[in-house]
C-alpha cells in the first residue's frame, strides 16, 4: 500500500453523506489521485487490435481523443440500443426512486453521490435523453438531457471506473435495472475511443497471447504447478502428479491464474490439487489441466462484449481438442458471471461436451446440462454429501471462519449453499455475517471488474468498507479470524483490505480449507496446515 | 429553492389556467377534442415505445439471480427468487408487479456512532408506492362509471368497497352528512404529497430528482386535489358531466356538442388527465410498460441448463491452440508438455569450419 493512501480513521472520516449544494449536472468531476486506475499501455490495446490505441493520461486536459469523438460515441450508443433491450429499458424507465442510492458499497464509502447507482446511470441517461428522445430534444435540462462534452466524457471514464458491476443495487430495483449492464455499456463506449485502463487491457492482452491474465507462458505454468508439488509433498509425504493437456482425460479442469501466482490463491491452487490426487488414488478420476485454456477469468468482460468473447472461446476449444467429457471450473467470481450467463450463447453449443455426470456420486448436475460446466463447489459438496471425502474437520479447528459471497457467485447465478455446505463439512466454527450483507445482498470486496490496481487504493478499501464492516462484527461478536471466499480476485484483494479495516482476520479460498481437512491415503502424520502454520494440538510439534 | 420543483409547480398551475380560461370560450376543445387527442396520443405512444423496446433483442439472460440457484437435489432452491421454470418466473414478474417485491427488499444504510453500519428494513416507500398505485387504480376502476349506463354492478360494488367510510350526522334539528368517503382518492392524494414531501426532505432524493419526476407528482396530486374538491366541497352538476362522459365514449360527442353547465374546476381536471396521458409515453411513466419486459426479472436463471441464443453473434478472433502451440512449441517440449505437431527436424547446416573441411 502506498505512502499516500489515507489511514483507515482518515478515510473513515473522510466520508461525507451530506449531499453538496450544486446540482450533480453542475458539478465537474475531479479526477483525484487514488481513485483511478492508469490509463492502458498502447501496446497492449494495439496487440489485441482494440480501437485508438494511444499514450495518455487521465491527469492531463488532452486525453488525446480522436477527432470524432462524440461521433463514434453516439454511433455506439445507437448501435447498442438496438442491440440490447435491457439498455433501451434501462434508459427509459429509471424513476429515480432512491431505493439503489444507498446500496453501492463505493457509495456507502465515499459518500460521493455520484457512486450512487442511479446517478452512475443517469450520467448516461442524460446523453441518451438528449440524443434519442424528443422531451430531451424539446425541454433539455427540464427533462434531464445534457449534451455531450469532455466534462461529460470524463465524467463517465471516472465513475464507469468505480463501479464494480456487483449488481447488488439490481437486487432493489423495483423494475430490475442492472447497474453492472449499464456499466459494461458504457465502458464498451469508453473502449471505442481508447479510453481503457491498463489494470483491465495489459492482462487482456497477455490473456490473449499465452492463455491467462499474468503472461505465463506454458512451461512456467507447470513449473509455478511444480513449486506447490514440491510444498504439497513437505507439507503431507505425498506426491501429486498433475496432468497437462492430456488428451481423452475425463475432465478439463480451469481456474483463475491468479491461484497459481498469489497467495492465498496458492494455497486454493494446491487445495485443487491435493482433491484430484485423492479423488485420482481412490476411484481414478482422470483430471487435466490446460496451458492454453489456463485462465478462468476474463478482463475482456470488463472491456467489451467481442473481447470477452475472445478470451473466453478458449475453454469450448480446448475441450474439444483435448476430448473430454466436460470441464469444471475453480473458485472465481467473474468467471463464473461470464460462464454461467455468457458462455454458452456466446461460443456454444457445446454439443461435443457430455452432460456433467460425477463419476464417483453418479449424480448428474442438471443445471449444467447445457454449458457443461461444474464449479468446484457444487462438485465437493456433492462427494461430500455422498461420504466420498474422508474428512478431519479438526483440523481446521484453530480457524474461526465466516463466507463471504462473491458477487458474481451470487447475483449472475444463485450459488449460496454449496460453499457453506462444503465449510461446514470440513470446519467446525462457521459465523455468517448479518443477514443484510450476504448471500444476495452480499458486498462486493471494493476492488471487482478490474479494479484491483496498485494506484486507486484508496477507492478500494474505501468501496472495500461495507464488507470489511460486516467481517470486524463478526470478528468482534465470535471471534472470526478467517473470512473464505470462492473468487479469485477476493483473494487478491480482501487480504489488503482485511489488513487496512479488519487486520487479524486472513482469507482463504474453500478448496484450502477442504485440503486441509482431507485425509490423504498414504499421508505422513501432518503438523502444519498448507500455509506451514501449525495444525491445532500441533502448536509444540517439532518442525522436522 | 429548487428550480426543477418549481418549473414543474409553475408549470402545473399555469395548465389549470389556461383549462379555467379555456374552457369559458372553447368547452369543446377542452371537453372533448383534447381529451380525444389525449387518448390517441396515450395509445399509439404507449404502443410505440413498447414495439420500440421489443424490436431490439435479448442477447443474453442476465437475471438478478436474488436466491439460491437450482443445483444438487437436496439443495433447496428459491423458485421464486432465482426461477428455473415458466411457473417460477410468472410468480416472480406476479410478485414483482403486484407487490413491488424487489422494493419491499428496500434497507436503510445508517452509519452509527463506534463506526459501524446497519442496514436495516425501510418499508416506507413500499408502503407508500403500492398505496399510491392502488389507490390511483381503485380511483381508475371507479371512474368507469362515467362510460356505463347503467353502471355495472361489479364497479357499485367496488364503489361500495372504498366508500365504507361515512360521515353522517343525522338529528332531528341538523341533518348533515357527506357523500361517503371514497378511501382511493384521499389515499391517492396523501400517497401522491407523502412521495413529493419525501423527494423533498430525502437529501439523496432530492438531489437525484429531476423536473421530470416533480412534473407527473403535482399533475396527479391536482388530478386528486381537483377529484376532491368536485365531490366534497364544491356542487357540480353531475348529470352534465356524465352526458358528456357518455358521450365521448359513445363518439356522439364528435358532434362537439358540449352540455351546459359543467363547471370550470371540472375541465381542469379533465385538462390534467388529458395532459397526463399525452405526457405519460413520453416519460419515465412508462415504468408501468418497462416493468413487464425487464430482462433482469422475466427470464428464468437456469441459463448453464438452457441454452440462450443471441440474434446477433458476430464471430471474432480467436488465439486458437495451433498458433499458440506454433508459437510455444520448443517450449512446451523441453518442459514436457505434450504437442500436437513435432517440430520438423532440422536440417544441420554445415558451419564454415566444417565447409573448410
Known amino acids: ?544 | 429553492m429548487n428550480k426543477y420543483y418549481m418549473s414543474s409547480l409553475l408549470a402545473v398551475f399555469a395548465l389549470a389556467a389556461v383549462a379555467y380560461f379555456g374552457s369559458m370560450g372553447l368547452p369543446w376543445l377542452f371537453g372533448i377534442l383534447l381529451p380525444y387527442a389525449a387518448v390517441v396520443v396515450f395509445v399509439l405512444g404507449f404502443a410505440r415505445k413498447v414495439m420500440g423496446w421489443a424490436r431490439s433483442p435479448v442477447p443474453f439472460r442476465i437475471t438478478t439471480t436474488s436466491g439460491q440457484q437450482q443445483s444438487l437435489p437436496w439443495i433447496q432452491q428459491a423458485r421464486i427468487d432465482n426461477p428455473s421454470s415458466t411457473v417460477g418466473v410468472i410468480v416472480r414478474m406476479a410478485l414483482e408487479v403486484l407487490t413491488f417485491r424487489s422494493l419491499f427488499r428496500n434497507t436503510r444504510m445508517k452509519l452509527h456512532d463506534g463506526g459501524k453500519f446497519s442496514y436495516n428494513l425501510e418499508i416506507f416507500l413500499w408502503v407508500g408506492a403500492l398505496a399510491f398505485h392502488y389507490a390511483f387504480l381503485t380511483t381508475l376502476v371507479r371512474h368507469t362509471r362515467f362510460f356505463f349506463e347503467p353502471t355495472p354492478l361489479c364497479i357499485q360494488f367496488l364503489e361500495n368497497a372504498d366508500s365504507f367510510f361515512r360521515f353522517e350526522i343525522i338529528y332531528d334539528f341538523i341533518q348533515f352528512g357527506l357523500p361517503g368517503i371514497y378511501v382511493s382518492g384521499l389515499v391517492l392524494f396523501a400517497a401522491a404529497v407523502y412521495l413529493f414531501l419525501r423527494r423533498l426532505f430525502v437529501s439523496n432524493v432530492r438531489y437525484i430528482s429531476l423536473a421530470s419526476d416533480y412534473f407527473p407528482l403535482f399533475l396527479i396530486i391536482g388530478i386528486a386535489f381537483t377529484g376532491i374538491l368536485m365531490r366534497y366541497f364544491t356542487k357540480v352538476d353531475i348529470t352534465a358531466i356524465k352526458e358528456l362522459t357518455m358521450g365521448l365514449i359513445t363518439l356522439k360527442a364528435l358532434t362537439f356538442q358540449v352540455p351546459e353547465g359543467i363547471s370550470a374546476l371540472f375541465y381542469i381536471h379533465l385538462f390534467f388527465v388529458s395532459v397526463l396521458l399525452v405526457y405519460f409515453p413520453f416519460s419515465k411513466l412508462m415504468h408501468m410498460g418497462g416493468v413487464f419486459l425487464s430482462p433482469t426479472r422475466n427470464m428464468t436463471g437456469n441459463t448453464r441448463q438452457v441454452r440462450h441464443t443471441n440474434p446477433w453473434n458476430p464471430p471474432v478472433k480467436v488465439h486458437t491452440y495451433e498458433a499458440y502451440e506454433d508459437e510455444y512449441r520448443e517450449k512446451m517440449i523441453e518442459a514436457g508438455l505434450p504437442v500436437e505437431k513435432m517440430p520438423e527436424p532440422k536440417v544441420e547446416k554445415p558451419t564454415e569450419e566444417e565447409k573448410k573441411e
Not at chain 1, 104 to 130: Q, W
Not at chain 1, 223 to 231: A, G, P, R
Open chain 1, 1 to 544: 500500500m502506498s505512502d499516500e493512501t489515507p489511514k483507515p480513521d482518515e478515510l473513515f472520516g473522510k466520508i461525507d453523506y451530506r449531499t453538496p449544494a450544486k446540482g450533480w449536472m453542475d458539478t465537474p468531476v475531479n479526477i483525484r489521485k487514488g481513485m483511478y486506475c492508469y490509463a492502458s499501455n498502447p501496446k497492449s490495446v494495439k496487440n489485441l487490435g482494440l480501437p485508438n490505441a494511444r499514450a495518455w493520461n487521465p491527469l492531463e486536459d488532452d486525453w488525446k481523443l480522436p477527432e470524432n469523438w462524440q461521433q463514434i460515441l453516439h454511433e455506439g450508443f445507437k448501435e447498442r440500443l438496438d442491440k440490447f433491450r435491457s439498455i433501451k429499458i434501462f434508459m427509459d424507465i429509471c424513476v429515480r426512486c432512491g431505493a439503489c442510492a444507498d446500496k453501492c458499497h463505493f457509495f456507502i464509502g465515499t459518500g460521493d453521490p455520484k457512486n450512487m447507482p442511479v446517478l452512475r446511470a443517469e450520467l448516461l441517461r442524460s446523453i441518451y435523453r438528449n440524443d434519442f428522445t424528443p422531451t430531451g430534444k424539446i425541454f433539455g435540462r427540464l427533462a434531464g438531457a445534457r449534451p455531450m462534452t469532455l466534462e461529460v466524457l470524463k465524467e463517465w471514464w471516472y465513475y464507469l471506473f468505480q463501479c464494480s458491476e456487483c449488481r447488488r443495487c439490481s437486487v432493489y430495483c423495483p423494475y430490475g435495472i442492472d447497474t453492472a449492464e449499464i456499466t459494461i455499456f458504457g465502458r464498451e463506449l469508453l473502449n471505442l475511443i481508447g479510453l481503457n485502463i491498463d489494470w483491465i487491457a495489459t492482462p487482456v492482452s497477455n490473456c490473449y497471447n499465452t492463455g491467462n491474465h499474468l503472461g505465463i507462458q506454458p512451461h512456467a505454468f507447470k513449473d509455478m504447478l511444480n513449486f506447490f508439488v514440491e510444498d504439497i509433498e513437505e507439507i503431507t509425504g505425498i506426491h501429486v502428479e498433475p496432468q497437462y493437456n492430456k488428451k481423452g482425460a475425463d475432465i478439463l479442469f480451469i481456474t483463475p491464474s491468479g491461484d497459481v501466482f498469489a497467495d492465498p490463491g496458492t494455497y486454493t491452487c494446491m487445495g485443487y490439487m491435493l482433491l484430484f490426487h485423492y479423488l485420482k488414488e481412490k476411484y481414478g478420476l482422470d483430471v487435466t489441466w490446460s496451458t492454453y485454456a489456463s485462465e478462468g477469468g476474463n478482463f475482456g468482460f470488463f472491456t467489451s462484449h467481442e473481447t470477452m468473447k475472445r478470451l473466453n472461446a478458449k475453454m469450448y476449444n480446448e475441450a474439444r481438442r483435448l476430448g473430454v467429457k466436460w470441464i469444471l471450473g475453480g473458485e472465481c467470481g467473474h468467471m463464473w458471471r461470464v460462464i454461467s450467463q455468457y458462455m454458452d450463447t456466446m461460443n456454444g453449443p457445446a454439443d461435443f461436451l457430455e452432460t456433467p455426470v460425477n463419476p464417483i456420486t453418479g449424480t448428474r448436475f442438471e443445471n449444467a446440462a447445457s454449458t457443461k460446466m461444474v464449479h468446484i463447489a457444487e462438485f465437493t459438496a456433492d462427494l461430500i454429501r455422498h461420504g466420498k471425502l474422508e474428512l478431519d474437520p479438526g483440523r481446521n479447528d484453530n480457524k474461526i471462519i465466516s463466507f463471504h459471497d462473491s458477487c458474481n457467485p451470487s447475483r449472475g447465478m444463485g450459488m449460496f449453499d454449496e460453499p457453506r455446505y462444503v465449510i461446514k463439512n470440513v470446519a467446525n466454527n462457521f459465523y455468517d455475517m448479518p443477514a443484510n450483507t450476504i448471500r444476495e445482498q452480499t458486498f462486493c470486496c471494493g476492488s471487482g471488474s478490474g479494479l484491483n490496481a496498485g494506484e486507486d487504493m484508496e477507492l478500494r478499501m474505501a468501496g472495500g468498507l461495507p464488507r470489511a464492516n460486516a467481517v470486524k462484527h463478526v470478528h468482534e461478536t465470535y471471534g472470526v479470524n478467517m473470512l473464505a471466499c470462492v473468487c479469485a480476485i477476493d483473494r487478491a484483494a480482501l487480504p489488503t483490505s482485511m489488513e487496512y479495516w479488519v487486520p487479524d482476520v486472513d482469507v482463504t479460498g474453500v478448496h484450502e480449507l477442504v485440503a486441509n481437512a482431507l485425509i490423504l491415503p498414504g499421508e505422513q502424520d501432518r503438523t502444519t496446515d498448507l500455509r506451514g502454520e501449525p495444525l491445532p494440538g500441533m502448536e509444540d510439534a517439532d518442525e522436522g
